[in-house]
């Protein structure tokens, strides 16, 4: 049973178009992160929601934003995707506080026309 | 400098070979730390937290040594299905949660 869930699995979008990418899981964890991977590079957190509060890392471009409706929901929105926004975005949720495993959802990869 | 280096590999080795990876990170306040797995195209998932007494898991052991922020993996007996990159990750405290920070990945090919 998928408990971290992300929608779509494949998104193709033109230079400069709004996109918006979704992830649900079925934990109940209060924290939900988003990574940005770009190819042969590490994951890199881009920001994440404790319960409501919202805490946006600090090389993060404003062009990334994020919701959290509720528990279960976080969306990842593009503002104005470039090319160099091409990259797998990962969702991730875990319990609060230290030590707590992070799970991933499968990923949506995104490409930029 | 990356908080977290390792070498990009590939390493390329038969079945039933033994293969050891290793992992430096920088950041000395660093509290938590694992070893994930991630197949091509596809999400990370956890292989072992790692612990500075050395713990191991069936083939995989994974070993930290504290003093000279070094964190290593060793796999015996290979098998195919091991081929994947393997990712090393430092968790900080950060407010509450706990920010992991990824390394770039070790890749491994393993060969009939």
């Known amino acids: 049973d998928a408990m971290v869930i992300q929608n779509p699995r494949y998104q193709v979008t033109q230079f400069g178009k709004p996109v918006t990418l979704s992830c649900s899981q079925t934990l109940n964890h209060n924290v939900m992160y988003w990574y940005q991977q770009k190819s042969s590079q590490a994951p890199k957190l881009l920001f994440h929601?404790?319960?409501?509060?919202?805490?946006n890392e600090a090389d993060t471009p404003d062009n990334f934003q994020s919701r959290r409706p509720n528990t279960s929901f976080c969306f990842l929105d593009i503002r104005s995707p470039g090319l160099g926004d091409a990259a797998m975005y990962l969702c991730a949720t875990s319990r609060g506080g230290q030590y707590n495993e992070q799970f991933f959802g499968p990923g949506t990869r995104l490409t930029v026309l | 400098r990356k908080e977290v280096e390792q070498d990009p590999g590939p390493f390329n080795v038969p079945e039933g070979a033994t293969v050891a990876f290793n992992c430096t990170y920088s950041?000395?306040?660093?509290?938590?730390f694992f070893w994930y797995r991630q197949d091509c195209r596809k999400e990370p998932k956890l292989l072992m937290s790692v612990y500075s007494s050395g713990n191991e898991d069936g083939r995989f052991t994974a070993q930290l040594n504290r003093a000279s922020q070094y964190i290593s993996l060793l796999i015996r007996d290979s098998k195919l299905s091991d081929s994947a990159t393997y990712l090393c990750v430092v968790g900080n405290e950060n407010t509450g949660f706990q920010k992991l920070v990824f390394g770039t990945g070790t890749r491994l090919l393993v060969s009939p």
């Open positions: 950041n000395s306040a660093s509290q938590s």
């Open positions: 929601y404790y319960d409501k509060d919202f805490n």
